[in-house]
């Protein structure tokens, strides 16, 4: 993945094989380092080795990390790009369905407690896409079923990850052509909004004291905005008008420190 040398189909089914024999050995760092690999080199694991990392992220859920979600989530949307043919309809249907599902959800569900609360007490199974197929064969794909799986461990747990992992999160779900929840935009919006008021006070605020600056949060990154707007964007997401006006903002404080690409 480092090198960016694709490997030959020989060693990948090796690989493949003797990485579902012992899938029940891998840390979770080891299984995100993997699936990165993967990501970089836009190879995609065969069904039965998605399948058993699933089982194993399924088995060790309360160890798993916001960075380690990350890291798996940013890889399933560098794999989104190569979608094998045959699937491809299908997936596409799949997220048509997801999507209306969302709708009905963020209607029902319009204050951000109220969703939390139904999302906990049905554990995520009413968010994610019917794994029963529709008479076809059409059987849950074990990449939908990873997504799925990290998108409820990322929406649980929302107010732990960090600017930087909630940006790369929402690219994912552009990349993947998801609608985020409404908690989780409204937890980027929040974010955004915070970090504004927090820079306000501190300007106003001739002396603190270092444990006032510990829980500080760090200024936006060009990272952190160009993936915001590009994944704003992509989905055509509607973000309040303030918000888009503090982006806006911060994006001309830290014009410098742009690359060519996070400007385009």
Do not use: C
């Not at 694709?6 to 899938?23: I, L, N, S, T």
């Not at 890291?71 to 399933?76: K, M, V």
């Not at 209607?107 to 939390?116: A, E, M, R």
């Not at 970090?195 to 006070?201: A, E, S, T």
């Amino acid at each position: 993945g480092t090198l960016s040398q694709r490997p030959h189909a020989v060693f990948m089914g090796a690989f493949e094989k003797q990485a579902v024999d012992v899938m029940d050995t891998f840390t979770l760092h080891e299984i995100g380092s993997s699936l990165a690999g993967y990501g970089k080199l836009s190879v995609s694991p065969s069904p039965k080795l998605f399948r058993s990392m699933v089982t194993h992220l399924q088995e060790h859920t309360k160890e798993l990390t916001t960075a380690q979600i990350t890291t798996i989530s940013w890889a399933l949307g560098r794999l989104y790009i190569i979608p094998s043919k045959r699937s491809s309809k299908r997936r596409r249907r799949r997220r048509d369905q997801y999507q209306q599902q969302q709708q009905q959800q963020h209607q029902q569900f319009p204050s951000y407690n109220q969703y939390n609360e139904a999302y906990d007490e049905m554990q995520g199974n009413a968010l994610l896409l019917n794994d029963k197929g529709d008479g076809d064969h059409d059987h849950h794909h074990p990449y939908d079923q990873m997504l799925e799986f990290l998108e409820g461990q990322s929406i649980s747990r929302i107010k732990d990850f960090s600017m930087t992992e909630l940006s790369t999160l929402l690219w994912v779900y552009a990349k993947t052509a998801r609608l985020p929840p409404d908690p989780f935009v409204a937890a980027i919006e929040g974010r955004i909004q915070q970090q504004q008021q927090q820079q306000h006070d501190s300007n106003t605020v001739v002396e603190q004291t270092t444990a006032d600056r510990r829980h500080l949060l760090p200024p936006l990154s060009p990272y952190e905005i160009s993936n915001i707007l590009w994944s704003a964007a992509r989905l055509g997401l509607s973000i309040g008008k303030d918000t888009m006006e503090l982006l806006q903002d911060k994006a001309v404080e830290v014009i410098d420190l742009y690359t060519p690409k996070g400007i385009s």
